[in-house]
C-alpha cells in the first residue's frame, strides 16, 4: 500500500506561485509514475502533470504549460508541482497520485493511489 501525503496548498493572488509536494511511502517507485490532477467547483476532475519515475519525462495539460512544472526527488519520494503565474480558474483541489506503468499518464484511471488533496485558492 502506497500512502500520500499532500502539502503547500493556499490562498494566493492572481499572478502569484505555490509550490506543492506529495511525498510518498510504502513500497518502492522506480517503476511508478506520479502525477497532479485538480477538481475545481462543479467541474470533473482534471489532469494537471506527470512525471514518469524512471525517465524523468513530463506531461502537462495545456492549460498550464508554460507555468506548471513537475519535478522529483529520487532521495525523499517526493514529487512537486511549481505553480507560476497562477490564475483564477487554477482554484481547485490539486490531489497527487501514484500510478503503476501507465500508458497515457494524463488519465486517472491509469492511478492506484490517492493523496487527500490540497486546496489552491487563487483570488482576482
Known amino acids: 500500500q502506497v500512502q500520500l501525503v499532500e502539502s503547500g496548498g493556499g490562498l494566493v493572488q492572481a499572478g502569484g506561485s505555490l509550490r506543492l509536494s506529495c511525498a510518498a511511502s510504502?513500497?518502492?517507485?522506480?517503476?511508478?509514475?506520479m502525477g497532479w490532477f485538480r477538481q475545481a467547483p462543479g467541474k470533473v476532475r482534471a489532469f494537471v502533470a506527470a512525471?514518469?519515475?524512471?525517465?524523468?519525462?513530463?506531461y502537462y495539460t495545456d492549460s498550464v504549460k508554460g507555468r506548471f512544472t513537475i519535478s522529483r526527488d529520487n532521495a525523499k519520494n517526493t514529487v512537486y508541482l511549481q505553480m507560476n503565474s497562477l490564475k483564477p480558474d487554477d482554484t481547485a483541489v490539486y490531489y497527487c497520485?501514484?500510478?503503476?506503468?501507465?500508458?497515457?499518464?494524463?488519465?486517472?484511471?491509469?492511478?492506484?493511489?490517492w493523496g487527500q488533496g490540497t486546496q489552491v485558492t487563487v483570488s482576482s
Open positions: 510504502g513500497r518502492t517507485f522506480s517503476s511508478y509514475a
Open positions: 497520485a501514484v500510478g503503476q506503468g501507465p500508458r497515457w499518464f494524463t488519465s486517472g484511471s491509469e492511478y492506484d493511489y
Open positions: 512525471i514518469n519515475w524512471s525517465t524523468g519525462t513530463t
